[in-house]
């Protein structure tokens, strides 16, 4: 069965440094999202990604957060300068389309630690 | 702004016996619910949905049902197995139409055997 693999597994940065997130999503999936769960809370929406643009995001992803899918694969986030609160599990997420089903199926996740 | 809920956060019950997890949601432009279980560091894994046009969807094991009314849904899961021990989420799909998920706190579930 086709999965969302996520790379890398566990990082662990200094404050301010950059972050890139890997996501190859499934292969017929048109709609992609990243989420995040803080240890201890929720699993809360970041930003929804389709057709090469952003279809929306919330309050947590601001000017820090860019998304893209420089190779038609990879689904990236990238963390321009790291913040101890950015510390948390950052899961991605797709989906065939909006006429299929809404079902989204997620990565394994990559542990962010910011020290 | 807590739209989905889960108000318990761990759940046990005995191997055989059914287990009942709750949801309670205040949005009543959520057109789709979802239940997903998560292993510790691993990703949610989709279990069962259901579409706000219907009041029950059954899989196996696993039945949801929807009260729009109530707005409450809920996820039986019988006969209950020790494998089934997982943090359950209840997700609701936005009125928005990019689909985003809106999650719960998560309720925990022990299997004892």
Same mark, same amino acid.
């Given at each position: ?115 | ?49 259901? !579409? /706000?046009?219907?009041? @029950?969807?059954?899989? =196996?094991?696993? %039945?949801?049902?929807?009260? $729009? ?25 936005? !009125? /928005?139409?990019?689909? @985003?998920?809106?999650? =719960?706190?998560? %309720?925990?579930?022990?299997? $004892?055997?």
């Amino acid at each position: 069965e086709p999965e969302v693999t996520q790379t890398p597994s566990h990082q662990v940065t200094q404050m301010g440094q950059e972050v890139i997130l890997r996501c190859v999503p499934i292969s017929n999936h048109l709609y992609f999202y990243w989420y995040r769960q803080i240890l201890g809370q929720k699993v809360e929406f970041l930003v929804s990604f389709y057709n090469n643009e952003i279809s929306e995001k919330s309050e947590i992803f601001d000017d820090q957060f860019s998304v893209e899918r420089p190779d038609g694969s990879n689904f990236t986030l990238k963390i321009r300068s790291t913040k101890l609160e950015d510390s948390a599990m950052y899961f991605c997420a797709t989906r065939p389309g909006l006429a299929g089903p809404s079902t989204q199926y997620f990565g394994p996740g990559t542990r962010l630690l910011v020290l | 702004d807590q739209q989905v809920k889960q108000n318990s956060p761990s759940l046990s019950v005995q191997e055989g016996r059914i287990s009942i997890l709750n949801c309670d949601y205040t949005n009543s432009m959520f057109d789709y619910f979802l239940w997903y279980k998560k292993y510790p560091a691993e990703g949610p894994t989709f279990l069962i949905s259901i !579409s /706000s046009i219907k009041d @029950k969807n059954e899989d =196996g094991r696993f %039945t949801v049902f929807l009260n $729009k009314s109530a707005k409450h849904l809920s996820l039986h899961i019988v006969p209950s197995q020790p494998g089934d021990s997982a943090v359950y989420f209840c997700a609701a799909k936005g !009125s /928005s139409n990019t689909g @985003k998920l809106i999650f =719960g706190q998560g %309720t925990t579930l022990q299997v $004892k055997p």
